[in-house]
């Protein structure tokens, strides 16, 4: 399907989406990702589904409809929803929290001590190490070690940044890691 088809599909869906359940168009624009089709002829639909947490939302002419359950699995919690119905200002604020974790991360002397080791286990990267582990599970055993010989700036960093999950802690570490990779192919690249 064509970009311009698609973009018609998106102008529907944020439409449908903001009359029937207050959805805030900036986050279904955000949020959502076209699909493709499932149906045929009147019963046919156009599928979109949200970029985290794989929640899923059908469009037929200019109705949508939230699927509740895909599969066995339930979506479109009410904490989904009510995040989809964000004010404007409470998608900026979100916006202004999520730059500011991660610059505290880009400049966390956690990052920058672990910055070479965890680049090593992208494949975009040029200092790339062949037959390692993913950067995810890296970045997991990373935690899990600097968690057991209780480093104080792991300590520093999980209670700046208000949480001990491990799952969390890595996806903060890696996230500057993509800035580092596109900064280097944007130095490669004339």
């Not at 959805?23 to 699909?35: D, H, K, L, Q, S």
């Not at 949508?64 to 998608?91: C, F, M, S, V």
């Not at 802690?169 to 192919?185: G, R």
Request: charged residues 25%; hydrophobic residues 35%; aromatic residues 8%.
């Amino acid at each position: 399907m064509s970009p311009a088809k698609i973009e018609e599909l998106f102008d529907l869906l944020r439409a449908a989406c903001a009359r029937q359940f207050r959805f805030n168009p900036r986050r279904v624009t955000a949020g959502m990702r076209y699909v493709g089709k499932e149906g045929h002829g009147k019963d046919q639909v156009h599928v979109f589904r949200d970029a985290s947490t794989h929640s899923q939302i059908e469009l037929a002419s200019t109705f949508a409809t939230l699927r509740e359950k895909h599969g066995e699995k339930p979506h479109w919690t009410e904490a989904e929803k009510a995040r989809y119905q964000n004010t404007d200002a409470e998608i900026d604020a979100e916006i202004a929290a999520k730059k500011a974790e991660l610059e505290f991360t880009q400049n966390s002397a956690l990052y920058q001590d672990h910055k070479a080791e965890l680049l090593t286990h992208y494949k975009d990267w040029p200092g790339y190490v062949p037959g390692v582990t993913n950067p995810r599970e890296a970045a997991r055993q990373l935690i899990a070690a600097l968690t057991e010989a209780k480093d104080p700036r792991l300590t520093a960093f999980a209670e700046h940044l208000g949480g001990n999950d491990p799952e969390h802690l890595a996806h903060l570490l890696l996230s500057p890691c993509h800035l580092e990779i596109e900064a280097s192919k944007a130095a490669i690249t004339p």
